[in-house]
């Protein structure tokens, strides 16, 4: 008996691949543009509810591909700053997102990994059974289904939650291409960031692919040793390589497109010698620095006082950096960086729309 094939998941198509799949089955071409527009520019999963398309037609998506299949079995809201954190059911797998509504932009911070294989001392999700990459489906399905249930339109996204995006690196950039094409949410490029804690093999692909995204590289520490200390990563891929790596190739990337990301834990790594050594490389590289407070206590780490978060703050800016205090969002739903764990026992189910 012969392997059972597993249908293409229709999330995960770009509208050629679409195109290329139905033409040779008598459909025409511009029945693809239709299908993704209705998946990628309107949310629409239910083939059912694809009003354009004829029953038969309908039928043969059904046979053909696997549509979205997933729930959000929690949502907490900060009663603070109305960042929501969901909780995405894939069969057996889940993972956590987060709506991060400002003024003037919409962000999300989406997961791309189920758990992670890295143990980030002062992230809960490194804490979590790790059950492997998402599809890009599975990484789109976030995406759309948190725009699903609000009116304004997503402006950013961040590839921040749970995983590794280097270790999924595929994926993700597919659900990134995705995510800006011109049929679809259309969001700037510019405006996609990945975050990696600095795997070089990845970070290598991804610059010499010219890949346009925002990289944000989760430093959170200059010295080898502390950041040895805090984060696994480093035993494998040396942050020094990384950086000697970027510094070479920093003409490769735009103006604007680096990015440092930096957890300020208390007692750990904001010491006037962090500030200094952070700023030299920020100006080498011509990295913006994000400094993110710890957003509660974990592991016996905590967040700093405001006042030597400040005094941090300005040792970066007087020399020169531009570097903003981001505020952990979401403090009270445990949703800031790091801190996707996964509050599964809580769940309450609400079905995906
Ligand atoms: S901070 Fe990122 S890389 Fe580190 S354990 Fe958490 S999810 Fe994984």
Not at 77 to 103: C, I, N
Not at 267 to 296: C, H, S, Y
Request: glycine share 6%; net charge neutral; aromatic share 10%.
């Amino acid at each position: 008996m012969g392997a059972v094939v597993a249908k293409p998941e229709i999330l995960a198509l770009t509208e050629e691949e679409l195109a290329a799949q139905i033409t040779p089955d008598g459909h025409k071409k511009f029945r693809a543009q239709q299908v993704f527009q209705w998946l990628h520019l309107k949310q629409v999963f239910d083939v059912r509810k694809m009003t354009n398309l004829k029953a038969d037609f309908q039928d043969y998506l059904l046979e053909k591909f696997n549509f979205p299949d997933f729930q959000i079995l929690n949502q907490r809201q900060s009663p603070s700053d109305h960042t929501a954190k969901y909780l995405f059911a894939y069969g057996k797998r889940q993972v956590e997102s987060v709506w991060l509504p400002y003024e003037n932009r919409q962000s999300i911070c989406v997961s791309v990994q189920s758990g992670c294989s890295l143990d980030c001392s002062f992230c809960a999700t490194g804490k979590i059974a790790f059950k492997g990459n998402l599809t890009a489906g599975e990484i789109l399905a976030q995406v759309y289904g948190m725009q699903q249930l609000y009116e304004r339109r997503i402006t950013n996204i961040v590839f921040m939650g749970m995983g590794e995006p280097f270790y999924n690196y595929d994926n993700v950039l597919r659900a990134a291409d995705l995510i800006a094409h011109q049929h679809g949410l259309n969001i700037s490029r510019r405006r996609i960031t990945l975050s990696t804690s600095g795997v070089l093999p990845g970070i290598k692909r991804f610059v010499e692919e010219k890949q346009p995204y925002r990289l944000a590289l989760s430093l959170h520490a200059v010295f080898p040793e502390k950041r040895a200390a805090i984060m696994d990563i480093e035993e494998k891929f040396n942050f020094l390589d990384v950086l000697e790596y970027l510094r070479a190739h920093r003409a490769e990337l735009q103006q604007g497109q680096l990015m440092f990301e930096y957890i300020m834990i208390d007692g750990v790594n904001i010491f006037p010698d962090d500030a200094q050594e952070l700023a030299r490389w920020a100006n080498l590289l011509r990295a913006k620095v994000n400094l993110i407070p710890m957003n509660t206590e974990f592991n016996g780490m905590r967040r700093p006082s405001d006042e030597k978060i400040y005094d941090f703050w300005r040792a970066l800016v007087e020399r020169g950096v531009v570097a903003v205090n981001r505020k952990s969002p979401a403090k009270d739903i445990d949703g800031a960086c790091g801190m996707l764990a996964g509050r599964q026992a809580e769940t309450t189910a609400l079905d995906s729309p």
